[in-house]
Structure formats: C-alpha cells, structure tokens
C-alpha cells in the first residue's frame, strides 16, 4: 500500500510543480532567478561549471535584483487591491505580504551575500583590458619598445593584497606565442613581490636575487611557499590567460628571486603586485617597469635602490656576492642601459662596461 501511495505522488509530482509554478509571482521568480544567478557567479569564479560563462551568471544576477522591487510593488497593488474589495479576502491579502516581504528579505540577504564579491573588485589592482593593454605596450612584438633582452612576447599577472590572483594575460596572439612556462612564472613572481614588500617599503623579485644565493640572508626562500600544482593546472588551457583564467580568484603561491615582480602602489597604500615573464629576468624587470607605471601604481614609498626604490641593482661582485646586499646578476643584453634609461635600475660608476 506504501509503495502504491508513493508511486501516486511520484506520478503527481509534476502536475504540482507545474501548478505551483503558475501561482509563483513576479517577485518569487525574480528571487529564483536572482539566487541562480549569484550562485553561478561563484560557482564559475571557482571553475566549477566551466561550461556558464561569468558575463551571463552576471546577468542574470542583476536582471533578478532589478525585477524583486517591480514585483514587490505590483505584489502591494494586489493587497490593497485585495483588501478594498471584500474582508473575505484578507487570508489572500495576508498571504500576498507575506510573498512580498519574503521578497524583500530575498533582497537584502542577496545583495549583502555579494558584498564580498564587490569588495573585492574594488580592492582589486586593475582590469584585466587594462593590464593587457599596458603589457603589449611595454613590449616590442605588440609595437612597444625594446626591453634589452630576446624582445618576446609576455606573460603577465596581477595579485591582489591578499595573494589571490586577480588577472592573467599575454602580450601575444594566443596563449602559445610566449614560453609556455612563463605564466607560472609570471603569477609567482606577483605573488613574491607582494609578499615581500609592505605600506612603507618595496622589495622587487630583483633585489632578492643576491640575498636569496647560498650564505645570503633569505637562502632558502624559495622553499617558504611552494606553489599549490593544483591552481597551476587546474581548468582549461584555451582558458589560459583570458579573463576566465582557471588561476584568478585562487592562491598559487611561489617565490620567485629574479627580475620581473613589483608590488603595486595607489597614493596610500600597497594594493597588490604585478609579474611578468617571458624574456630575460633583467628584461622582465624593464616590462614590469613600464606596465606599473602605464597602470599609474608606481607611487613607491621607499626602497633598497640608490633611488630609493624598488630597481634592480647591478653591483654583483667576481665572487658572487653584491655591493649592496640586494643586486643582480647582469644579462647578456642592453638591459642594464634601458633600466637606467627608463629609470628602473642602477649601475655603479665601476660596473659599467669599458669603452
């Protein structure tokens, strides 16, 4: 008799969904599709539904918040509507605030529920049109200037104050016109540079070249916060640096102790960090330069270098050790000489090569 009953319930599940479906108001379907829509926003910044592209979970989530007041109004209309014509409707009136208040609640618990979200972007470095922009600027293949090095394109990355990647991009036509191996690197290098610099005071991937060497001060950084291989590879790599890059949003961690990685400044405080990669180490340095300052984040407090910066400094001595306790090695190229140029590095009177 059980299994008889449920099998009836079963066969008239639909037919109640269905009616239930038609009795719903506008603003119960606004809350429905106002949830959904929240829902597949988060859900598409974790890579979970790859398939829903972020712009639609997007919109849908406004067109729900914009359709709840437009229901709980006509919902209104309806009870005072209810109200005027017969006392004998006021279960139906009663029942219709009640819808309507749901409605305002659904309204408020959503938007506060995306307040994290919006947070987050406001404390967010830059756009990803932005640093893409800004990138193929800053560098030869895409119509920039020269950097001194091999002249390839770029991977680069920012991350946001609290290590999170927040964009991935190149300066090349597609994903494979850079060294594969670069976004990581680029992404790393963000991380480090974020890192290791605070409100007052910028360290460069660059200036712990010399220090992170064996017998320097950090030796053995590079092991303090290994990258997490499941954020490096995770999600689709036609994805790769696009706006829906499978590493935004997660913390890929890495140290990375060579040219490429700068923290990032606004008027008042650190905001997070850029890395680029793709070249020589000396070279990134000079394209990170330039991007930084092409955001308008370059509003350094103080640093290591003569200039009291973040630039990379070449006083690395015949035994390997530095002048300064923060330099770098010199790359084959005219990098040093478009560092000083673009005023992002320093080379000592007795480093500089003889005529």
Known sequence: MRNTRSIVRLKLWPARAAKAMRKMTLTGWAMVLTVLGWALMWAAALDLVPFVPVSA???MFVSGLALIPFGTRRMNRRVQSARAEEPSRQKEANVMRGSSLAGSAAFLLVAVAALPQESRAANCPATHDQLTQALRASVKPSG???NGGLDNNEWAALVARDGSVYAVTFSGASPAAQWPGSRAIAAEKAFTANGFSVKTFALSTANLY?????AGPLFGAGNSNPPVPE???SGDPMQFGSQNDPMVGKHLGGVISFGG???LYNDNDIIGALGVSGDTSCADHNIAWRVRHALGLDHVPAGVSPDHNDGIIYDMLPDKTSASGYG?????????QVAEQIHAGFVPNWARPTQ
Do not use: F
Not at 210 to 214: D, E, G, I, L, R
Not at 328 to 336: D, Q, R, V, Y
């Open 57 to 59: 979970a997007v919109v």
């Open 144 to 146: 920039g200037p020269s």
């Open 210 to 214: 010399a220090p992170s060497q064996p």
């Open 231 to 233: 954020v490096l590879y």
């Open 261 to 263: 990685g700068l923290a």
């Open 328 to 336: 770098h090695a010199n790359c084959k190229g005219t990098e040093a």
